[in-house]
């Protein structure tokens, strides 16, 4: 959403390493992704989205005894068979985690801590960890403005390390400063999403939605709609806040120019970026997707644990 600025005071951490998303095993502690919330969650209270969990998986029909549930009697089997039958269910062993995390040039973007593109890295190794750690598959298609490495979701730590080798890999790709035009689109990845996560999973879109548009909003009602899904909409606060200042410049997809340095100009950005923001949360919440803002100015662990209760004892 922000054009990129730069001024000889930045101090932002521009990219991330293996060893850096490896060690954030150990902070992928504290929250839940499961369908349990704590009362202050993002997805707990009767006015959020709730994530719908695993499901239940039919097991067998057996006859029924006294203190079943009577909402699980099969009646069908029941007059054919002329005896009382229940069906019993077990709840799914799995839900696969489909990350689609977003490493194009606007992403490329950082006035304090942190890049955008950092950010959403760390988020991604956060979520791939907890999965891991409850059983789940997991899987994840990331893209930078040139690539797009699509990963099918797995049940393993090699998994999970291949998928953040190629992150760092696409992070990395950032610093050389390609200033072609962007030919991967978040359409584009949402269309590639589809096949992946054709139900049940738990797609994660790690973006600052730079791109999105009305295909967008049609694209996610058909992902929303066999799966759960959240959007972590990563945002710098300079991008809300931004000033001019003698010097500063700013570049976006090649293009540079100096901020000007006048009242209106502070005046209207942050309205037209709160604008866009707030667009994109009312067409995610039509659609029951919850919208996590996180800030790349701040740690992403402390931000996940305040949005999701901040449970020191979460599976």
Do not use: C
């Not at 009767?46 to 239940?56: Q, V």
């Not at 040039?105 to 750690?133: H, I, N, Q, T, Y």
């Not at 359409?187 to 590639?192: C, P």
């Amino acid at each position: 959403m922000e054009a990129g600025v730069w001024t000889q005071a930045m101090s932002a951490r521009v990219t991330t390493s293996l060893d850096d998303l490896i060690l954030l095993k150990a902070e992928a502690r504290g929250f839940s992704l499961r369908p349990r919330q704590p009362v202050g969650s993002l997805l707990a209270g009767r006015h959020a989205s709730r994530l719908r969990g695993r499901g239940l998986a039919f097991e067998e029909l057996r006859h029924y005894q006294q203190g079943d549930d009577i909402r699980t009697m099969d009646w069908k089997a029941t007059a054919r068979l002329r005896s009382p039958y229940v069906r019993v269910y077990t709840e799914e062993r799995e839900r696969p985690l489909l990350l689609l995390v977003d490493q194009r040039g606007p992403m490329f973007f950082g006035s304090d801590r942190a890049m955008k593109s950092v950010a959403a890295a760390e988020l991604a190794a956060l979520a791939a960890w907890k999965a891991l750690d409850g059983g789940d598959r997991v899987g994840g298609i990331i893209f930078s403005d040139n690539d797009l490495v699509e990963i099918r979701p797995h049940r393993s730590q090699t998994r999970v390390l291949h998928l953040l080798h190629e992150l760092v890999r696409l992070n990395r790709q950032l610093t050389e400063g390609d200033a072609g035009t962007t030919s991967v689109t978040l359409n584009e990845v949402l269309e590639r999403a589809l096949p992946v996560a054709k139900h049940d999973h738990l797609v994660v879109l790690i973006s600052d939605l730079d791109g999105a548009d009305d295909q967008t909003q049609r694209l996610a009602t058909r992902l929303a709609a066999h799966n759960d899904m959240l959007v972590a909409a990563v945002y710098d606060p300079l991008g809300i806040t931004l000033t001019g200042a003698p010097g500063m410049l700013a570049s976006d997809r090649g293009r540079v120019w100096e901020v000007p340095d006048h009242p209106d100009f502070s005046k209207k950005f942050p309205i037209v970026f709160q604008q866009v923001l707030d667009k994109w949360r009312g067409v995610f919440q039509a659609l029951q997707v919850p919208v996590m803002p996180i800030s790349a100015a701040r740690p992403v662990p402390g931000q996940i644990r305040a949005l999701f209760g901040n449970r020191p004892s979460a599976s």
